[in-house]
């Protein structure tokens, strides 16, 4: 919005007193040769004025923040969140949402300038809704200039009451530690024990643990009893939770802000072993997806070449368990995500997944010792897509991608 | 007239230096590590360059969002390092890059595989310094093996 002031109202000048005793009728004035008269040369002068500065004045959008404040979103917003563009035109508008307090979102309201309000799906459009440098927001196939903006939280049976922040200050704890420099999760609470074992089930998000409990998938997960629900971090992706579970840091402080990026610089939990003395192993898949300092890797390659890599971790952790179960252990089954991404969520092959890596919990529960805290949790969820190349998909605001359980216990 | 002549032969001169200059491999510092064969490697990037040199051509890159890439690539095949290294046999290679990247990567993968300098006929260094200055290439494998900056090659038994 833009308020226009005269020159002498803004430059504080007062106003010339009218001329007494000019003509106003008769006889052209000295200075209309041309045959306008002044005043309306100063009228068209001044509504050109006004004309080009409506088009130039910034486009400003009023978005309804979740505690339902209003906030505006202008040129200056965008260029605050221009280190997520795509390309130099486009911000995506699921930043401008996360930017300004949204976690979830169901619906998406949008009033245009002109026009009938418009209703979307989150789902189905949050991975390509874009918000351009001139002000036009790319939503589906429409292309608006927004007046106003809501975004509608899907309803929710309860609220999370955990997440990735959680988990490094519960192992420091359990192991007698101060928690990363920078955490700012909250230990949960759990009984005494001698060492931490922390099973990452990638993309294993809160409703597909509900579907494939009630499916009869899961018995052992199932046994463990309801997990916490957790909130994961934005976007949800595994490089981005993966930081922070190790620094117990928001994306916003360990500088993981987004996928590819693979090191934090902020102290981890494996950094807070590491200088106590202490041992903490890493067991990964083919690939080494975060920078995980101070840890005793290793690399669970595909080597019988069956398709997947949950076996191989399945069996380079049993053979570290049992040659003495490290202070810290990280078990990381990539093999629901790598199918998900593949073949979708909630298809035969993914099932068939969810059904070997449960197993898998349940035989590195059977090899380890008594008085071992076990924390288990995903990254992140998944949603379907249909997309050359892949059937699902994470990353957004939705409730699929952001829900994760969270199981604490000790054995 | 001589001046003349004299000055269009300092160009020549001046103008086929240059582009002798720019045929040359440009000085980086780099080393790539071999381990796990009966002779531990340590190989500089002027030792790399003077090894055999191999280009594939239009080779595929499989990339997770189907949008594979096709690229031209030359460099030094991995089998001839691992000659050297004293490699009999392996069932697969740990490629670990300099931001701590790592990827285990199975053998029959590794088959066609080179530690590359140039992509598209431009030194990597200067074309993708962020890339650079060498890449593992193993063609027709997910973008995930392809390791930029390439520090080590542990080969596993």
Not at chain 1, 163 to 173: Q, S
Not at chain 1, 300 to 319: E, Q
Not at chain 1, 352 to 368: G, Q, R, S
Request: hydrophobic share 45%.
């Amino acid at each position: 919005m833009s308020v226009h002031q005269s020159h002498e109202a803004s430059t504080g000048h007062p106003a010339r007193p009218r001329a007494i005793g000019r003509p106003t009728h008769g006889g052209p004035s000295p200075s209309s040769a041309g045959g306008i008269r002044p005043r309306s040369f100063a009228l068209l002068a001044i509504a050109l004025l006004l004309l080009i500065a409506s088009a130039c004045a910034p486009q400003t959008t009023t978005l309804i923040d979740p505690g339902g404040a209003e906030v505006a979103v202008t040129r200056a917003t965008l260029r605050e969140l221009e280190r997520f563009a795509e390309d130099e035109q486009a911000v995506p508008l699921e930043r401008v949402l996360y930017a300004n307090g949204y976690r979830l979102i169901d619906t998406l309201h949008v009033v245009p300038e002109k026009g009938e309000p418009l209703t979307f799906d989150w789902l189905s459009v949050a991975a390509t809704a874009r918000w351009q440098r001139n002000g036009e927001v790319h939503i589906g196939e429409q292309v608006l200039r927004p007046a106003r903006i809501e975004g509608i939280a899907p309803q929710m049976p309860a609220q999370p009451t955990t997440g990735p922040l959680d988990i490094a200050p519960t192992a420091a704890k359990v192991l007698g530690l101060r928690a990363p420099a920078d955490a700012a999760g909250t230990a949960l609470e759990l009984p005494p024990a001698s060492r931490v074992v922390l099973i990452f089930l990638d993309a294993f998000g809160y409703l597909r643990y509900t579907e494939a409990r009630d499916a009869g998938l899961i018995p052992t997960l199932a046994a463990f009893g309801e997990p916490a629900l957790g909130l994961t971090v934005y976007p949800p992706s595994t490089a981005v939770a993966t930081a922070a579970l190790l620094t117990g840091a928001p994306p916003e402080v360990n500088s993981v802000e987004d996928r590819g990026i693979r090191t934090t610089f902020n102290e981890t939990l494996f950094d807070v072993v590491a200088a106590a003395g202490l041992r903490g192993v890493a067991i990964e898949g083919d690939a080494l997806a975060f920078n995980m300092r101070s840890a005793d890797v290793t690399l669970s390659g595909d080597r019988d070449g069956n398709g997947g890599t949950d076996d191989n971790v399945l069996a380079n952790a049993l053979a570290v368990i049992e040659a003495g179960t490290p202070d810290l252990l990280w078990i990381h089954f990539h093999g629901i995500d790598d199918v998900g991404h593949t073949y979708g969520p909630g298809t035969p092959e993914e099932e068939a997944k969810i059904v070997e890596v449960d197993a898998a919990v349940a035989t590195v529960l059977a090899a380890l010792p008594e008085e071992t805290a076990v924390l288990i949790f995903a990254d992140h969820g998944m949603h379907t897509v249909a997309e050359e190349g892949r059937l699902g998909n994470h990353g957004n605001l939705v409730v699929r991608d952001m829900l994760v359980p969270v199981w604490a216990f000790v054995k | 007239m001589k001046r003349h002549k004299l000055w269009m032969f300092l160009t020549l001169v001046a103008v086929l230096a240059l582009s002798l200059a720019g045929c040359g491999a440009p000085k980086v510092d780099w080393t790539l590590e071999v381990t796990g064969g009966s002779t531990p490697l340590s190989l500089t990037y002027a030792d790399l360059t003077k090894m055999t040199q191999v280009d594939l051509t239009d080779v595929l890159m499989q990339k997770s969002l189907g949008e594979d890439e096709v690229d031209s690539w030359s460099g030094v095949p991995v089998a001839e390092i691992f000659e050297q290294a004293g490699v009999q046999s392996y069932s697969s290679v740990t490629a670990a890059a300099a931001d701590g990247y790592a990827v285990e990567i199975s053998a029959d993968e590794m088959a066609n595989a080179i530690v590359a300098l140039k992509k598209n006929d431009d030194w990597i260094t200067k074309a993708e310094p962020d890339k650079g200055p060498i890449r593992l290439v193993c063609p027709e494998t997910p973008a995930n093996r392809w390791v930029f900056q390439v520090q080590q090659l542990q080969v596993n038994p």
